[in-house]
């Protein structure tokens, strides 16, 4: 008995399904690029057991627990932290049965197959989890986990990733990535600039993150030179200790800005004061987009934009537990108006890679296709967040493909917190991926001979090739 | 020789058919919940035969009248009562043929497979209706609507319904439901709380509702308390005596409000004067959601709202035929902004039901399955009025289930004003959702026993739970 | 070895595939309708062979450009003029070259499918265009272009069109429809009204461009009357020198106006004066979309509004080569705001045909089937532009016909420059119609017989009476 189909997210017709699996085939082991994602640089600094399977599994997923969450289980039941430190539940266990007693809310859902997929070929589980099983996975996973195969490092090699991009703010020293790097492993483990908490002034602490800025590179963050050299020096410090070779933006709109440099200083000046409206800040993150995009002239990172969520929607979750609680909502994202300003500004340059990653899957085929389907800048991310699946990436091709083919795409980024579903989100990629060449070949739009070149540009060439790796 | 194929809806792959009938096969016979509609009570009170075929299929159905007005048919040949009382066709037979010359229009429609349905299934008929068959279909029809077992409880057994909600007005006595608890019959026909004429300000005759809300409940609507105790009481009156189980609300944004009592009070002061704004208008819906939201925390009632829909867009059809005329256009509605008020004040409660329903497809996965994954209040309304068919319930599963699971969704509403559709539409919706299912498992997604349990679920648990049937 | 597959489109399922083959089989042969389109009169009148194998494929069609652009190419590499008069590739063998070796790009775009049927189709090419073939295909290509059966006018006839419309400005002379007329030549090519120039008030030159207006027409366009008589007056023209059947209006939204005749004459006078805001400007051309709809009442001519395209995204691109150079990016749309003025002065009348474009994917379930299901003026245009392809197609089928029906479509467009690929486009349309047919037979949502007569229709019928043809 398994938990996972062999030939799952083939199509169903036998002839395509051939197909599709023998283009699945030959991409099936090619290593894993993974240029974006939240895994915790710790893990592999310090090659210690994770903990027990709640805390490697449930507590760290948003995906998770907010489904637990919308049928009624607390959210200290999961043991999410409080940011009063009060108290939330500490039994692993507790927690680990109150997910599986609620198994079957994952049904058809990417979770389901990502969770099926670890605890099968991670794991060696054969039985569904349930109520009934509960325990019995608790104990197999928590024994697997004490073996040195399922440290860290470990599963990093088993999971054959080539290379892995972690995020961090820009104020962050890099610790575990020095240490990783001191350490003499061969893993490469690298960084992302993620300047959102000294860019966006609405982000909590702004003005003190940015005194931290000043601080950890010794420009004057109170002007707007200082304030940009400050963000080279970070840059540069990413790019050393880190080996980055691109920079990240969470914005909650697309908008962009290129004012001249004295607006832009006057901006600054405002938003130092705390006291920008909203509309302002707005304009001041998309502005320092631009002037990100500047700065990749000179030094290569590529500028990634991941714009369009709608953080914190619930004011009592988020009061209670802060960010990241599974309570970010998409919303309406306008890239046509949004990125004018910054593809005026760079759009044509030969030498620059945007990558934009939207959650409104309206924009893909009207505004994100004809955009990088003409301007030589922008490279497609991959369907991002909750459409991150079978469904999802079958859209994004049909949406895009046309306009835009293939080679103004991104490849497969896995943007994943949970290090054991890293091979099953790279696993669904390339199988959707190749369901639809499948169906291309099938229906006469594509040769085949063409479609094992595309198969493997999708899960290799472009990602290499978009994020300099 | 059939009107329609007994393997409709199935997917076309023979081996997917296969699975898609099996789980099929289990439902098919389920008795019916139709917990949100518009059938008259009357027709169950009286009991008396439907008038004639055409007052049956065309006049009360502005699915089918729209079409024939689509295509240059004059609203007055058809029956349509004009607001002066002027005139307009009074010949039945007459509207009929022009309606069977026509039925090629509503080829590739839900309309064409809900009128075949009942063509064939109810009333014995196997010819296609057409300008050649107009006059035998006609007499035959309406011979057996002078039968027995015609009439609308002889009818309302044979569909196997087993709780049918009609929709009425905050102002409504509820005389028919009344009369059809006092008969003794056993079908259950309840009714819903529907306040929109006391509710909206731009509603025609706000302000004399408003006088009739405070006759009929004795409280004084001059006043903002007064006014919600009016609701109180009327919301208790619909439960008690037409065995409400549910609200319901029509609103052309999803805004909601959650202003303090004393900001709602002015605001209902404006609305009274009879100069509130559009803005203020629209602000005031908004707020009255939230209030119910509270008075349902109370009385259990789950909250509908139905939004987006720009009601009467053509001038002059609504000035002569008035509201309901199929002439109800769609637009953008925007969910995650909308609803952040309401779920702020009552997102998290565990015992409250609220069921959005949307005519902008783009929300499904951008934003409404987002918030049901993670809100425990939301359960999503199925697809609805003209996405309430085989691609557009298709749509709907593939866009939220992904995020959303099964479990945040809230089984079928058939929302129909043609009593004999009711059969066809529920088994429009259970071969789609089977032909999805079959789909998932065909392609590895989901086990076959966990689809026959999710089947069940969709065609009557989620239904049950959601509107405590 | 062939260049296209004889399935091509058709569904997998060897069933459904045999289904759509002989619903193709019958109307794959029925001559072309092409109503709207950018193909240059001159070739007709002039009938001289087309020049090289690079001017008849790449220069003129901005999808081709834009793609290669797109990674990398500089747009004076591939010969795009620069409006200057500055240096741009001259040599059509070198643009050539670096179109073929970069024909990977286009894998799975329509483009792809549209030029290889064009290079088996027309010139008999069965190898893959890459570097290594490219001298040889443009030997051949050009070898054959020498020939006469080479010609526009033999082209013409070869590709059995039966109508093709092209599209003037209202300041054109129509020199060479005269010369067509005047040739004796049997082929039937007519003009369209297309007024954007003097309708328009951020339209390039706009005063001068009403100048020329006054003085081709004897009118007093210092005067909304005299600049009304003077539109009738051109579109009388157009019909009668032209065969226009048609007018056509390219605008940034989809809003439209009602003015008063002394609102709308102030109006005028502001945008006369070159001093109206983007608000007004906005507002005029959609006053101007009425009145043209009120003339159409008169002169008979079919209303198509090609709504929502954000032209000239960039403004480097745009200074240096001008209009039309693949940067002109879509954006959300408005319909149901948008029209609503307009449907209310003429969306009830009997003899007039109003066609919409959208670039907006969103808007066809959501907001133009359910105004094209009620309103007898409006029949949906085909996809357009980026959609014009099979997955769009398919979409757009998918979205619209369960409101609209197929009788409140308008037909296939081909809207294209791109000469050689009008019977490539047109075949896409007629094999993704059949497929979407055959898989509705399959599902038992339409009669066989019935999709026989809907595809003969949808290929011929519809057109031609949405066009007056």
Chains 1, 2, 3 share one sequence.
């Not at 680990?96 to 670890?118: K, Q, V």
């Not at 996975?137 to 195969?149: C, F, P, R, T, V």
């Not at 880190?242 to 908008?255: K, L």
């Amino acid at each position: 008995m398994a938990l996972t189909d062999p030939d799952r997210l083939f199509p169903a017709d036998q002839g395509v399904r051939r197909l599709a699996r023998g283009l699945y085939e030959r991409v099936a082991d090619l290593p894993i690029l993974s240029p974006h994602g939240h895994c915790d640089p710790r893990w592999f600094a310090e090659d210690q057991r994770f903990p027990n399977p709640a805390e490697l599994f449930v507590v760290p997923d948003h995906y998770v627990f907010r489904m637990l969450i919308s049928q009624g289980v607390a959210p200290t039941d999961l043991g999410v932290p409080r940011v009063d430190g009060g108290e939330t539940e500490t039994d692993p266990r507790a927690i680990w049965r109150r997910f599986a007693e609620r198994y079957h809310l994952f049904r058809g859902t990417p979770s389901a197959m990502w969770l099926d997929h670890s605890f099968e070929h991670v794991f060696g589980l054969t039985e569904v989890l349930s109520a009934d099983t509960a325990d019995a996975y608790y104990d197999h996973i928590d024994a697997k986990l004490a073996e040195d195969a399922f440290r860290p490092r470990a599963l990093f090699e088993r999971f054959r990733i080539e290379a892995l991009s972690t995020t961090e703010s820009a104020l962050d020293d890099l610790q575990w990535h020095r240490q990783i790097r001191e350490s003499g492993w061969s893993g490469r483990v690298i960084t992302t600039y993620r300047p959102d908490a000294v860019v966006d002034p609405e982000f909590e602490g702004f003005a003190e993150n940015l005194d931290k800025l000043a601080e950890l590179t010794g420009e004057d963050c109170a002007t707007w030179d200082g304030y940009l050299n400050a963000h080279r020096a970070r840059r540069a410090y990413f790019k050393e200790v880190g080996g980055a070779t691109a920079s990240d933006h969470g914005h909650p709109t697309a908008r962009t800005e290129n004012l001249s440099q004295s607006d832009a200083a006057a901006l600054f000046d405002t938003v130092r004061s705390g006291k920008a409206t909203p509309d302002q800040a707005d304009a001041f993150r998309g502005q320092m987009l631009t002037e990100m995009a500047k700065m990749s002239l000179d030094d290569g990172l590529t500028l990634q934009i991941h714009a369009g969520s709608r953080r914190n929607h619930n004011a009592a979750v988020f009061a209670r537990h802060g960010r990241d609680k599974g309570f970010d909502i998409p919303g309406r994202t306008d890239w046509v108006g949004g990125l004018k300003p910054l593809l005026d500004a760079v759009g044509m340059e030969p030498d620059l890679t945007i990558i934009p990653f939207t959650l409104d899957e309206t924009t893909y085929g009207r505004e994100l296709a004809p955009m990088a389907g003409a301007y030589p800048v922008l490279r497609l991310g991959p369907p991002w967040w909750f459409f991150d699946s079978f469904e999802g990436i079958m859209r994004f091709r049909e949406a895009t493909t046309e306009t835009a083919g293939f080679y103004n795409t991104a490849g497969f980024n896995d943007d994943t917190r949970a290090f054991c579903s890293i091979p099953a989100r790279h696993d669904v990629a390339r199988r959707t991926d190749c369901a639809y060449l499948a169906g291309l070949v099938a229906t006469g739009r594509l040769r085949e001979d063409d479609a094992h070149r595309v198969a493997h540009d999708l899960t290799y060439g472009l990602a290499k090739d978009a994020y300099g790796l």
